[in-house]
């Protein structure tokens, strides 16, 4: 299932770690797009940080079981 979102701040070091560190709470897989189209995996760190994310930048956030993220 794949969600879009509209950032609404920076993906700074610290925004990355917190959501690194509450999606591999996570079985499934997550991955974050951009529309360029590059994927990175969303539960790492350089990952996360090597697309430079920025504010009211609108991403797409792919899971791989939806009904997981109540857990969070």
């Known amino acids: 299932m794949e969600i879009k979102l509209k950032l609404t701040d920076n993906l700074n070091n610290r925004n990355a770690a917190n959501l690194v560190n509450s999606l591999r709470e996570l079985s499934s897989s997550v991955f974050i ?8 995996n969303g ?30």
């Open 33 to 40: 797009y951009k529309d360029s189209g590059r994927k990175v």
């Open 43 to 72: 539960k790492t760190l350089v990952g996360l940080l090597s697309e430079n994310f920025s504010i009211n930048e609108i991403i797409n956030v792919n899971f791989s079981n939806l009904d997981e993220l109540s857990r969070l």
